[in-house]
């Protein structure tokens, strides 16, 4: 069975980077129905928070992103032990007690000699005795697992063919000297027992895969298929990493973007295929192919979220927005009028606040001096409201005649008048909605 898995850290909120690999990894296991395992990587325990799981949690269920079962690597502390001591007992593991000034000085002196930065292994050499006597000066060290020096290869989803010579790449660590696992050894640990057959993340994470892959193999186990897709860039291809703060899920939520706008984006976005708006997870689900995504930077501009929104909304009707309605305080007897007025004039429904303001309290109206006098003589020509279907054309007809103003010279500054703007849903219809014109006085 496909299974896959997203596992993020409760260090904070999710952004629209972690969204993409959190999409891709859900459609590819719905589109095989398999299962999709929201993980949370919390073995840091001074910066997990609680409130970052359920907000995790929350985003996810916004999007309608759900999960078939909740992993918690905190509850799988004895199982990455249990792995540690397998790697010890073939002696793939050992301890390294060089201290960050230490290291950094070997990396200067590697770089300076035109070699590559890479550990040493220096912690190999070491006796029992001067084991015993670092430790007492210094505490516990680092475990770094030993690689194989030979080339680890693998047919990427998205890169393709990848081979990284081991001898490159330093013994990772993956226990630190306080005793915490880090990710390398924790997730390796949990994709194996969890049978995650396919791992879609950042790019960023490809020389991570090469050493992971060894470890899958040491512990017997099978790696699952990697796929790295590209990482998001500002729309003038500038690093998106100073702005994800800005881009939390939950601040765009608020901004009141639609779940399915950001999904319709985030699924073609870096790929081949064009962006396409999409109603339901389903059609998705159906069109998801890994293999259509390129490597190079994706550009990301959050403003292209809105237009998607703005035409999802247009689409849906009024029983799907009546409770948004409700909450506004538009009658129900004139939701369905409203909504009709209002859809195609806003972006989020947020904006709808203002419509309905403009309908229950009027707009000071906006009138050009040389339509002064003109806008006075049609507001005498204006009945008392309430209005209907037709009040807006025979206004406007017994204006016309009155006047001898005609086309955008009648039209135009008796909007103005009445809305305060220059644009906006055909007057026919808003008319009827409006219970103050302000103009009239």
């Given amino acids: 069975m496909t299974t896959t898995r997203f596992a993020p850290s409760p260090t904070g909120y999710i952004h629209v980077g972690n969204l993409r690999t959190a999409l891709m990894n859900y459609l590819i296991a719905r589109k095989a129905g398999g299962t999709f395992i929201l993980r949370i990587d919390d073995t840091d325990p001074e910066r997990s928070k609680e409130e970052y799981v359920d907000a995790i949690k929350e985003d996810l269920e916004w999007l309608g992103l759900t999960w078939d079962k909740v992993e918690r690597q905190s509850d799988r502390l004895d199982r990455y032990i249990a792995a540690a001591d397998q790697l010890r007992d073939i002696s793939r593991f050992y301890e390294a007690f060089e201290t960050p000034t230490e290291l950094d000085l070997k990396r200067k002196k590697q770089l300076n000699m035109g070699k590559p930065p890479v550990y040493d292994r220096a912690a190999l050499d070491l006796s029992d005795g001067e084991k015993a006597a670092l430790r007492a000066e210094r505490g516990d060290g680092v475990w770094r697992f030993k690689l194989d020096h030979e080339r680890i290869e693998w047919a990427d989803g998205i890169v393709g063919d990848v081979s990284i010579d081991a001898a490159s790449v330093s013994d990772p660590v993956l226990i630190r000297g306080d005793g915490q696992f880090l990710y390398t050894l924790a997730s390796v640990v949990d994709d194996t027992e969890m049978g995650v057959t396919h791992v879609v993340r950042g790019s960023d994470h490809v020389t991570n895969t090469a050493t992971q892959i060894q470890i899958i193999k040491a512990l017997g186990g099978t790696p699952p298929e990697f796929a790295h897709h590209s990482l998001l860039t500002g729309p003038q291809g500038e690093a998106l990493s100073k702005r994800l703060g800005t881009l939390a899920l939950r601040d765009l939520r608020e901004q009141g973007v639609q779940p399915m706008a950001l999904l319709s984006l985030m699924a073609r976005l870096g790929s081949s295929d064009p962006v396409e708006l999409r109603n339901e997870m389903a059609e998705l689900i159906d069109g998801f192919d890994v293999s259509r995504f390129g490597t190079a930077p994706t550009k990301f501009d959050v403003q292209d979220v809105f237009p998607l929104t703005s035409r999802l909304l247009q689409g849906k009707s009024v029983e799907v927005v009546a409770s948004t309605l409700t909450d506004l305080g538009v009658p129900a007897d004139q939701q369905a009028a409203f909504w009709e007025v209002a859809k195609e004039n806003i972006t989020t429904l947020k904006d709808l606040a203002g419509w309905w303001a403009l309908c229950q ?64 849903p055909d007057m026919g219809a808003l008319l009827p909605l409006m219970q103050v014109i302000r103009a009239r006085g």
């Avoid at 339509?371 to 054309?393: H, I, N, T």
């Avoid at 206004?395 to 103003?405: C, D, E, M, S």
């Fill in 361 to 424: 309290t009027g707009a000071d109206p906006l009138i050009a001096d040389e339509d002064a006098e003109f806008v006075a003589e049609a507001m005498q020509l204006l009945p008392e409201g309430p209005y209907s279907a037709d009040s807006w054309k025979e206004w406007t007809t017994a204006v016309k005649a009155a006047t001898g103003r005609k086309g955008k010279g009648l039209f135009m500054p008796l909007r103005k008048a009445v809305t305060g703007m220059e644009r906006g």
